[in-house]
Nanobody
Framework: QVQLVESGGGLVQAGGSLRLSCAASRSSVRINAMGWYRQASGGQRELVAGITRDGSTNYADSMKGRFTISRDNAKNTVYLQMNSLKPEDTAVYYC????????????WGQGTQVTVSS
C-alpha cells in the first residue's frame, strides 16, 4: 500500500504564500498522476491541481496564475506553491494520487490545514 504524507500547511495572512509538499512512501505503477484537492468547512472536496509523471498539469480555474504544481519523480514527491493567498483559499488540502489527473483518487493523504487570515 502506498502512503501519502503531506506537510507545509499553516496560517498565513492574505497575500502571503505557502508551499505544500506530499511524499509517497514508494513508487507504484498505479501512480502516474499526483496532485491536490481541497475541502473548505461545509463544502465539497474540489480539485486544486494535478500533474502527471511526464509533467502535464491541470489547474482549477480559480487557482491558475496563483498556484504552481511541480513534481520530483525521483523523490515520489509533489509540491504546491501557493501565492497571493486569499481567505477563500482556507481549507484542508489533501494530497491525492492515481493513474490520471481526472481519476486521482486511488490514494489519499490525511490532509493539511491551510488558513488564510484577512
Amino acid at each position: 500500500q502506498v502512503q501519502l504524507v503531506e506537510s507545509g500547511g499553516g496560517l498565513v495572512q492574505a497575500g502571503g504564500s505557502l508551499r505544500l509538499s506530499c511524499a509517497a512512501s514508494r513508487s507504484s505503477v498505479r501512480i502516474n498522476a499526483m496532485g491536490w484537492y481541497r475541502q473548505a468547512s461545509g463544502g465539497q472536496r474540489e480539485l486544486v491541481a494535478g500533474i502527471t509523471r511526464d509533467g502535464s498539469t491541470n489547474y482549477a480555474d480559480s487557482m491558475k496564475g496563483r498556484f504552481t504544481i511541480s513534481r520530483d519523480n525521483a523523490k515520489n514527491t509533489v509540491y504546491l506553491q501557493m501565492n497571493s493567498l486569499k481567505p477563500e483559499d482556507t481549507a484542508v488540502y489533501y494530497c491525492a494520487a492515481g493513474w490520471t489527473i481526472a481519476t486521482m483518487t486511488s490514494y489519499w493523504g490525511q490532509g493539511t490545514q491551510v488558513t488564510v487570515s484577512s
